[in-house]
């Protein structure tokens, strides 16, 4: 399994950033892709997520309006377009992934998509600043 981020960096208050994470080594349609972020001294954030055999996605309150994820099943990449961006927003964001959810309960991912202890296999991550 390989997950490589990239498209972070440094953009000014309410500039955007799109971030990708390029995935190989597994089954991309029968997985969830999630997206997390870390400043210091904070606990891992969820972000977003996508669940791929459906397309459903998930929103951090933090970031709803604001972050649209997205999956492109030719490339085997999810996207994460971030948009207003604010110096809150600034952390290390990695991509996740979870795998086999075809076989889960809806209420399971539901409740997962968002939390780390879904996910098996982490990126390394691509920082992303934002100066006021």
């Known amino acids: 399994v390989q997950l490589v981020e990239s498209g972070g960096g440094l953009v000014q208050s309410g500039g955007s950033l799109r971030l990708s994470c390029a995935a190989s080594?597994?089954?991309?349609?029968?997985?969830?892709m999630g997206w997390f972020r870390q400043a210091p001294g904070k606990e891992r954030e969820g972000v977003s997520a996508i669940i791929m055999n459906d397309g459903s996605t998930y929103y951090a309150d933090s970031v709803k309006g604001r972050f649209t994820i997205s999956s492109d099943h030719t490339k085997n990449t999810v996207h994460l377009q971030l948009n207003n961006l604010s110096p809150e927003d600034t952390a290390l964001y990695s991509c996740?992934?979870?795998?086999?959810?075809?076989?889960?309960?809806?209420?399971?991912?539901?409740?997962?998509?968002?939390?780390?202890?879904?996910?098996?296999?982490w990126g390394q991550g691509t920082q992303v600043t934002v100066s006021s």
């Open positions: 080594g597994f089954d991309f349609d029968d997985s969830a």
């Open positions: 996740a992934v979870s795998h086999g959810v075809r076989r889960l309960e809806n209420l399971t991912v539901m409740l997962g998509a968002l939390n780390s202890w879904f996910y098996e296999d």
